[in-house]
C-alpha cells in the first residue's frame, strides 16, 4: 500500500528546522506538484534547484531527508514540470511518492486555513505542534483527517463478495463498499449504514483487516471484512452506485496493477484464500 515504504523510514514529527541546500521541496499548485517524471520514476526538487529559496514550511522527514512545503506562487525551473497528483499513483520509488501524496494533503490544509473560521484574523503555525492557531481568538485549528470504511461483505455459503462500481466518476474500475463516518457514529455503524445504503443488505460478524491514510483524499481508511447478515438479493442505490454485485474469487479482477491502494489488496486477498479473510 502508499505507506509501505519498506525500508524507509516516515517521521512526521513536528518541528520547526531550518532548510539546507539538500532539503527535498514540495511545490504545488492546484492539484499539481513540480517534479521531473520519466519512465514512472518520479525525482523531487532539492531547495539546491532553486533560483530563489521561497517561503518553506518543515513539513516531515523521511531518512532524514528533510521535506518543505513551497509557499509562493508556480515557479518556472529547469527539467522540471507541475504533474497532476492523482496521475502519479503508479510512481517509483514509492517513498517519494508518498512524500508527494502526504505533503498535498498539508499543502491543502495549510491552503484552506490560511484564515481563522471563526473571526477571520490570519491564522499562525503553533510554536510547537502541527497545528495552527488564531491570536485573536484561540481558536485551534487541526489538521484535516476524515476517517472512512472499506467494507469487503462476503456470503460464506457461496464464496462470492459485493463489488461495486461508483457512478459519475472518471475512476470506474471495481471496488468495494466504501464511504466516511458521519459525526456520532462508530465506524461499525458506518459499515452497517454504508452497506444498506449502498447495497441494501444487513451485515454481520465485522472483522477488523488494515487501515490506510489516503492523503488524495485527506481520508484515514479504515478496512473490514463481514458477513451478509439474512438476504443477499442486492437493491443497487442508483444515485451512487451503477453498479453492484456478488462475485466468486474466479469472477474478480486481480487487481495486481494497484500497488498503492487498500481497496485492491482486499480484493487480492479475498481472491487469494476466500472465505478464510472472515477470520483475521
Ligand atoms: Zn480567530
Not at 119 to 125: K, N, R, V, Y
Not at 201 to 228: H, R
Amino acid at each position: 500500500m502508499i505507506q509501505d515504504i519498506g525500508e524507509h523510514v516516515y517521521n512526521n514529527h513536528f518541528e520547526h528546522r531550518e532548510a539546507m541546500p539538500g532539503s527535498y521541496v514540495l511545490h504545488y499548485a492546484g492539484d499539481t506538484v513540480l517534479c521531473k517524471l520519466e519512465g514512472g520514476v518520479i525525482e523531487v526538487p532539492r531547495l539546491s534547484d532553486f533560483a530563489v529559496e521561497p517561503p518553506l514550511q518543515y513539513l516531515f522527514a523521511i531518512d532524514g531527508e528533510n521535506f518543505f512545503l513551497a509557499r509562493s506562487e508556480q515557479v518556472s525551473l529547469g527539467g522540471f514540470s507541475y504533474e497532476t497528483v492523482a496521475r502519479l499513483r503508479a510512481a517509483e520509488p514509492q517513498h517519494l511518492l508518498f512524500a508527494v501524496v502526504t505533503g498535498w494533503q498539508l499543502f491543502r490544509w495549510y491552503e484552506a486555513n490560511r484564515y481563522c473560521g471563526r473571526c477571520g484574523h490570519p491564522a499562525q503555525a503553533a510554536p510547537t505542534s502541527r497545528e495552527l492557531c488564531c491570536p485573536a481568538c484561540d481558536l485551534v485549528i487541526y489538521p484535516k483527517i476524515a476517517p472512512g470504511v472499506i467494507v469487503g461483505v462476503i456470503d460464506p455459503a457461496t464464496e462470492r463478495i459485493i463489488l461495486t462500481k461508483y457512478a459519475g466518476r472518471a475512476y470506474t474500475r471495481y471496488a468495494l463498499v466504501a464511504g466516511f463516518a458521519e459525526i456520532g457514529e462508530s465506524l461499525e455503524q458506518t459499515v452497517a449504514r454504508e452497506v444498506m445504503e449502498e447495497v441494501g443488505l444487513k451485515v454481520k460478524n465485522l472483522v477488523f483487516y488494515k487501515s490506510q491514510p489516503w492523503s488524495f483524499s485527506d481520508t484515514l481508511l479504515v478496512g473490514f471484512y463481514c458477513e451478509v447478515d439474512g438476504a443477499t438479493a442486492i437493491t443497487v442505490d442508483r444515485s451512487e452506485l451503477k453498479e453492484a454485485s456478488w462475485l466468486g474469487r474466479d469472477e474478480m479482477p486481480d487487481r495486481a496493477e494497484d500497488k498503492v491502494s487498500l481497496t485492491g489488496e482486499m480484493m487480492r486477498r479475498f481472491r487469494s484464500i476466500g472465505n478464510a479473510v472472515l477470520e483475521g
